[in-house]
């Protein structure tokens, strides 16, 4: 009688112990103030359904997507985390389980007149009683991990359809300067053939030639570092699609797009849903308040549960006719392990403080990023209009600057400035423009994509 109250009063003291450790309760929003507006608002109607990429309705920008998310080699990597995640939760997952082993047998042998056999059939199965919630803990600790990595391959896409996209359009501006620079170096010989033929009527100076002769040598000078860089761009979007240089890459000469729109930016808190990298950080804060539980629920007591059965017979037939079963309850408590398991208790709460102060740095940078980004391209609109402004007075000095000079009334000096200040816009403005769309892409890719581009596919 005693013995069995001693056995009660255990029990009900493990499970008094078994409430004593509890995971933080904690909240997406606790660790930065995001109750406010951005400073910056814009509402623009886009519809969410649509990737944001698609808004240019490009072919073949669309193909280099599809080729991408299937071929590149860091996505691929990604995918590969994600499977080995997989692998070790189906592995801390089966520790719930029972183990269970069977061993056959049959023996047979000779004596002097008489030949003896026999068949046997043994049974051993254990099952450790996760009383504290350690293999449960690991359980869900790993099936967070596995939740992070698809979150990593959502973030990984939202990164690298900006990266082709960026490169896409860096091309599309690239054979625009192009097109500008061969239009500027026949403009420069024309007007250099113009200035030969009044020189030799005694109506410009040998300087006006040299002057003109510099101008066009600077176009011809510009156009090699453009070609370059076209090559370079092409490999770029090679690798990015996880493709050889030398397989070929079909990208049409088309004009630059219009800019795409300023998408609304919601809320700061909507990034708490809509950033695949703030997610992932979440989840691996959760997965390591539950590594913390489980190294705790490690110090403790374990109790295993190990029953045996085996059966005998000379002959196969009677295999079953006589047996014998056991049931076995072990108990195994830490005694002196030199602080071992309480170092690994403390390892796993320092991880998953460092992983707060992480997804803190996480929030706040994607935050900022947003604010930077929806000032940035505010001004760059209004740049650009600025620009464009400038360019229509530029292009009626140019052309009042060439009827004085024709007339005799200025010197080529003021024309050959005109010309200059004309030709050097065109490029700024081709520069802006690619810079404008480089902002817009900033925007979208911080905003995080869940709610207008579903690359979860």
Request: charged share 20%; aromatic share 8%.
């Amino acid at each position: 009688m005693v013995r069995r109250k001693s056995s009660i009063t255990l029990i009900t003291l493990m499970f008094i112990l078994s409430g004593c450790v509890s995971l933080p309760a904690r909240d997406m929003s606790e660790p930065v103030n995001l109750e406010y507006d951005y400073k910056t608002q814009i509402d623009a109607d886009i519809a969410p359904d649509i990737k944001w990429w698609e808004l240019y309705n490009d072919e073949e920008l669309g193909a280099l997507m599809t080729q991408a998310f299937t071929n590149n080699p860091n996505i691929n990597q990604i995918r590969a985390r994600l499977e080995q995640s997989s692998a070790i939760f189906n592995q801390s997952r089966a520790a719930l389980l029972p183990n269970l082993n069977i061993a056959a047998s049959h023996d047979e042998y000779r004596g002097d007149t008489i030949l003896k056999s026999g068949f046997s059939l043994n049974g051993a199965a254990s099952f450790e009683i996760d009383l504290w919630g350690k293999n449960k803990a690991r359980a869900e600790s790993n099936a967070l991990n596995v939740m992070a990595n698809i979150a990593d391959i959502a973030a990984a896409k939202i990164t690298l359809s900006a990266a082709i996209t960026e490169n896409w359009l860096e091309i599309l501006s690239l054979l625009e300067q192009e097109k500008i620079t061969q239009k500027q170096i026949e403009i420069n010989h024309t007007v250099l053939k113009l200035q030969k033929k009044r020189f030799e009527m005694g109506a410009a100076s040998a300087l006006d030639i040299l002057q003109q002769e510099e101008l066009l040598a600077k176009s011809e000078a510009e156009l090699p570092d453009i070609l370059s860089k076209q090559g370079q761009v092409a490999n770029n979007i090679s690798r990015l699609i996880g493709s050889s240089p030398y397989d070929k890459l079909k990208i049409s000469d088309k004009d630059f797009p219009k800019a795409l729109p300023i998408p609304s930016a919601g809320l700061p808190s909507d990034l708490l849903n809509n950033r695949p990298d703030i997610i992932a950080a979440w989840l691996r804060l959760k997965s390591s308040d539950w590594a913390v539980k489980s190294a705790h629920a490690n110090r403790l007591p374990s109790f295993t549960l190990s029953p045996t059965y085996s059966t005998s017979s000379i002959a196969l037939n009677g295999l079953f006719n006589t047996w014998v079963a056991n049931m076995a309850v072990g108990l195994a408590s830490p005694i002196f392990d030199g602080g071992s398991k309480k170092a690994e208790q403390l390892k796993q709460q320092a991880l998953s403080d460092e992983k707060y102060h992480k997804y803190r740095e996480i929030v706040l940078n994607a935050v900022i990023e947003v604010e930077n980004s929806l000032i940035a391209n505010i001004y760059q609109d209004k740049k650009l209009a600025a620009l464009e402004k400038q360019m229509i007075a530029s292009k009626n000095t140019l052309e009042q600057a060439q009827m004085s000079y024709i007339n005799g009334k200025i010197s080529y000096i003021n024309v050959l400035s005109s010309l200059f200040n004309t030709q050097f816009l065109e490029k700024q403005i081709t520069s802006e423009k690619l810079k404008q769309a480089y902002l817009r892409i900033e925007l979208y890719r911080a905003l995080g994509g869940q709610n207008w581009a579903k690359i979860y596919e």
